[in-house]
């Protein structure tokens, strides 16, 4: 029963980029959150044009290498925005598996959980390159044999957004997949979520795996 707020991740011009606005995981075996609220954390890029800024990932979570469970939360109005050429990744929570990351023994689950008006920004002030948004409320990055499941949420009202000049388009204001990303989804709602400049507003599944139950 805590609540997270206003906490901000920042990254220097040749840092490896903002993570975890209120909390970060990484490489923890069994990690729980539960009951909790977050609400205007954020992770935010290198502002100015530079090829070595990155971008900040899970504006108020980042879940790296790491087993997980999240239940009965909320997750409001955290944001995420880019840094040189680099995508904003995960408005709320940014999930990374490695790659080849096949050993995991339960993967990570939400369930019970709120993801309200959470943004995945792009940088507005420099013309940037591949400067857009990823997963404005969740985003899911790379490979494990048991992945991430999603109950009983709800995403309403995030956004992913991208610049007209931009390289790359916006993908997955509410949820979005990427590189080989194993997802499930049971009983999920979402409703008016918004990719300004690209694709698919609710969720976009790059090369990835997502089987989808009963959701709305």
């Known amino acids: 029963n805590s609540i997270f707020q206003n906490n901000f991740a920042l990254t220097g011009q040749f840092d490896s980029g903002a993570t975890g606005g209120a909390i970060a995981f990484i490489d923890v075996y069994d990690g729980h959150v539960l009951s909790n609220t977050f609400e205007g954390n954020g992770a935010a890029g290198y502002f100015g044009y530079s090829s070595y800024a990155s971008s900040g990932a899970g504006g108020a979570l980042l879940i790296k290498f790491s087993t997980i469970s999240i239940d009965k939360s909320n997750f409001i109005s955290n944001w995420v925005s880019v840094g040189g050429t680099q995508l904003s990744i995960g408005g709320a929570i940014a999930i990374f598996f490695e790659y080849t990351q096949t050993k995991l023994l339960y993967g990570i689950t939400i369930s019970n959980s709120n993801f309200i ?100």
């Open 117 to 216: 008006n959470n943004s995945a920004l792009s940088q507005t002030c420099y013309y940037t390159g591949a400067n857009s948004g990823q997963g404005g409320g969740l985003a899911v990055v790379g490979a494990s044999t048991n992945g991430l499941t999603i109950i009983n949420s709800n995403f309403t009202g995030n956004i992913a957004s991208s610049p007209a000049n931009s390289l790359t388009s916006s993908f997955g204001a509410g949820l979005s997949m990427s590189v080989a990303s194993n997802v499930t989804l049971k009983k999920c709602y979402f409703s008016s979520n918004v990719a300004y400049g690209g694709v698919g507003a609710d969720i976009a599944s790059v090369s990835s795996t997502e089987q989808k139950v009963n959701n709305l």
